[in-house]
């Protein structure tokens, strides 16, 4: 089984900055597409985007398009997620994933991490 780490998370005010890191211990990332998810209180755990194998391709729901980058970092073993113009409802534990299914936006993921907190002050 994969394991993910992820790391990154902190505390910021609206309108900062956090980039989130996704890498595995045992296996290498490079030939598999990666997701990211997040989950609030009371909330299911919800797609953000995915980045394709290759790097060429990436896909966000609507709320974080145009504020948040997924790239690839091959020679770390790295998936990262920049997150920028954060608000308040960004708030959440956030997740890398990977053995990913479903199309598009509905995309899921069997393996995760442990997840790290992101929490966004008003």
């Not at 990154?8 to 890191?21: C, D, E, K």
């Not at 609030?40 to 953000?48: H, L, Q």
């Not at 995915?50 to 974080?64: E, F, N, Q, R, S």
């Amino acid at each position: 089984q994969v394991q993910l780490i992820e790391t990154g998370g902190g505390v910021v005010q609206t309108g900062g900055s956090l980039r989130l890191s996704c890498t595995s211990p045992t296996n290498s990332l490079s030939h598999m597409p990666v997701g990211w998810f997040r989950q609030s209180t009371s909330k299911e755990r919800e797609f953000v985007g995915y980045i394709t194998y290759d790097g060429l391709d990436t896909l966000y729901v609507d709320a974080v398009k145009g504020r948040f980058t997924i790239s690839r970092d091959r020679s770390k073993n790295t998936v990262s997620m920049q997150m920028d113009s954060l608000k308040p409802e960004d708030t959440a534990v956030y997740y890398c994933g990977v053995d990913l299914y479903g199309n598009g936006l509905l995309t899921r993921a069997r393996t995760w991490g442990q997840g790290t907190q992101v929490t966004v002050s008003s």
